[in-house]
């Protein structure tokens, strides 16, 4: 699929056969000249370490339940807690059904269908995006442009795809016009939502595509060259943040740090194939 997208090799680690790529996770280790991470520390090898060895580098969990707490900051709106308390009793039917009518911010004006998300609600992998886009915002479903091509690409290189042991969703559910980032307080607006989402999945790994996600679930400003290559924390769930493909098809010289970082989720958690 790469290649017909113009995007060069297909997806996989240097040196490792076509086999030992999907039947061997535990083998698939990142090659130095794949990861440009400031940090030097080797990523731990699984969920059992995972926090022994965030608590070493230093990383600050988030509290046990984010549900009822939105990403704080100067633009947030003035009704997204009380938003928060609401949406945190939702059933998966009645969540939905809230993104579709939801009119929290000004992005309901513009849309024409809201994006829930989409996947195996059984997922042991959540994927997390920015927003819809044009084609997203036809479809109602969240990566069905290039970018999701992409994604998919990515995922079947390791044996996955959407439809089992994915779930994908965005930090806002509705389109930004013209694509733009979404502004601070769309981000608050639509983290209930998310966090409701995280709380009915229950997943083992999150990961974060691009800089707006990873934001909202880390509650800071972060630079994704400066983060991606090791594992970081949501309420007791790791949590991988690496380049959106959006970017990746901008920017082709990033694929190998992209999929740096699909190998370390897949050696964090080994997703049910």
């Given at each position: 699929?790469?290649?017909?997208?113009?995007?060069?090799?297909?997806?996989?680690?240097?040196?490792?056969?076509?086999?030992?790529?999907?039947?061997?996770?535990?083998?698939?280790?990142?090659s130095p000249a794949d990861n440009d991470s400031p940090r030097n520390e080797a990523p731990p090898s699984s969920v059992s370490t995972y926090?022994?060895?965030?608590?070493?580098?230093?990383?600050?969990?988030?509290?046990?339940?984010q549900e009822n707490t939105v990403p704080t900051g100067d633009s947030v709106a003035s009704n997204a807690q009380g938003n928060a308390s609401?949406?945190?009793?939702?059933?998966?039917?009645?969540?939905?059904?809230?993104?579709?009518?939801?009119?929290?911010?000004?992005?309901?004006?513009?849309?024409?269908?809201?994006?829930?998300?989409?996947?195996?609600?059984?997922?042991?992998?959540?994927?997390?995006?920015?927003?819809?886009?044009?084609?997203?915002?036809?479809?109602?479903?969240?990566?069905?442009?290039?970018?999701?091509?992409?994604?998919?690409?990515?995922?079947?290189?390791?044996?996955?795809?959407?439809?089992?042991?994915?779930?994908?969703?965005?930090?806002?559910?509705?389109?930004?016009?013209?694509?733009?980032?979404?502004?601070?307080?769309?981000?608050?607006?639509?983290?209930?939502?998310?966090?409701?989402?995280?709380?009915?999945?229950?997943?083992?790994?999150?990961?974060?595509?691009?800089?707006?996600?990873?934001?909202?679930?880390?509650?800071?400003?972060?630079?994704?060259?400066?983060?991606?290559?090791?594992?970081?924390?949501?309420?007791?769930?790791?949590?991988?943040?690496?380049?959106?493909?959006?970017?990746?098809?901008?920017?082709?010289?990033?694929?190998?740090?992209?999929?740096?970082?699909?190998?370390?989720?897949?050696?964090?958690?080994?997703?049910?194939?």
């Amino acid at each position: 699929m790469l290649r017909e997208m113009g995007l060069g090799p297909i997806w996989r680690l240097r040196g490792v056969p076509d086999h030992q790529l999907i039947a061997r996770p535990e083998e698939m280790r990142v090659s130095p000249a794949d990861n440009d991470s400031p940090r030097n520390e080797a990523p731990p090898s699984s969920v059992s370490t995972y926090t022994t060895e965030l608590k070493q580098r230093g990383g600050m969990p988030r509290p046990t339940s984010q549900e009822n707490t939105v990403p704080t900051g100067d633009s947030v709106a003035s009704n997204a807690q009380g938003n928060a308390s609401r949406v945190a009793m939702l059933d998966w039917p009645d969540l939905e059904q809230a993104i579709r009518d939801c009119n929290a911010c000004v992005l309901c004006e513009r849309r024409n269908m809201a994006v829930p998300g989409i996947g195996d609600r059984n997922a042991d992998w959540l994927l997390v995006g920015e927003g819809p886009g044009a084609e997203e915002d036809r479809k109602g479903e969240p990566f069905v442009g290039q970018a999701g091509k992409l994604l998919d690409a990515m995922l079947g290189a390791i044996g996955l795809s959407r439809n089992k042991g994915i779930y994908i969703a965005n930090a806002v559910k509705c389109r930004p016009p013209g694509n733009r980032t979404p502004a601070s307080e769309e981000l608050a607006a639509c983290y209930p939502f998310l966090a409701r989402q995280i709380a009915l999945l229950q997943p083992k790994l999150i990961i974060a595509l691009g800089r707006p996600a990873a934001q909202v679930l880390l509650n800071r400003e972060i630079r994704i060259s400066a983060e991606r290559g090791v594992p970081h924390d949501y309420a007791g769930i790791p949590l991988i943040v690496t380049y959106h493909p959006a970017y990746l098809l901008r920017n082709q010289h990033d694929k190998a740090k992209a999929w740096a970082d699909l190998c370390l989720a897949r050696r964090l958690v080994p997703p049910q194939v």
